[in-house]
């Protein structure tokens, strides 16, 4: 697998990036601001660029937020921004055995394993 730079930051169970964003002015504070990323929202649009704003464990806003201030503040310049990935044909039984925090999974943007029933 090629190694592909994003900031796959999985926020809670995905990072869902929607047209629609909580009403806020400019000079909001967040817990977290995610800066100039290119954000994908998993529709197959093309990416825009833009920030997300995160406030008590939710996305509060979406867009350029220029003067919005954050605790936390990633540059996510030349990365993508995208929702969390579903692994449709996961082997992770062993790999949590080995590594119970599943790190070679979180570390790719995989939020959800889809196990097929037995």
Request: glycine share 14%; proline share 4%.
């Amino acid at each position: 697998m090629t190694h592909i730079r994003t900031a796959s930051l999985t926020l809670g169970a995905a990072l869902v990036i929607s047209a629609c964003a909580a009403p806020g002015g400019p000079a909001d504070t967040y817990d977290l601001l995610i800066r100039g990323g290119r954000l994908v929202d998993g529709s197959g649009s093309p990416a825009v660029e833009g920030d997300v704003a995160v406030k008590d464990g939710r996305i509060a806003r979406i867009g350029r937020l220029e003067g919005a201030q954050a605790t936390r503040v990633i540059d996510a310049g030349g990365l993508v921004v995208a929702p969390g990935f579903i692994d449709l044909h996961t082997h992770s039984d062993l790999d949590l055995l080995a590594d119970g925090t599943a790190q070679s999974k979180i570390r790719q943007g995989v939020t959800l394993d889809a196990a097929p029933a037995r």
